[in-house]
């Protein structure tokens, strides 16, 4: 059974950090992807990470802010998110692909977790 399972969310100032992990079971994707869904909104690309390369792709929106990476060993990729305004505060997906490279489409990603929720008040 594939399972991917976030965690690290919770209520955090503005400005402040939080790092999102998502464990990985039953599966090895080659790449893994960070979404995000806040209220009202449609869900959105944030980050992904390829396996093979490590190569890395931000939305405008957190790059130089969101740092992805994987833990192969573990099974595991994480989210490191620095300078957080309120602007940032949705339920945070993990999502696994087959395929080679990262990619912003959601609709290319596999499997996905059920979610955290990230609160940035201000």
């Known amino acids: 059974q594939v399972r991917l399972v976030e965690s690290g969310g919770g209520l955090v100032q503005s400005g402040g950090s939080l790092r999102l992990s998502c464990a990985v079971s039953?599966?090895?994707?080659?790449?893994m992807g960070w979404f995000r869904q806040a209220p009202t909104k449609e869900r959105e690309f944030a980050a992904g990470?390829?396996?093979?390369?490590?190569?890395?792709l931000y939305a405008d929106s957190v790059k130089g802010r969101f740092t992805i990476s994987r833990d192969n060993a573990k099974n595991t990729v994480y989210l490191q998110m620095n300078s957080l305004t309120p602007e940032d505060t949705a339920i945070y997906l993990c999502?696994?692909?087959?395929?080679?490279?990262?990619?912003?489409?959601?609709?290319?990603?596999?499997?996905w977790g059920q979610g955290t929720q990230v609160t940035v008040s201000s």
């Open positions: 999502a696994g692909r087959y395929g080679l490279t990262a990619v912003r489409e959601g609709w290319q990603y596999d499997y």
């Open positions: 039953g599966r090895t994707f080659n790449t």
């Open positions: 990470m390829n396996r093979t390369d490590a190569a890395t």
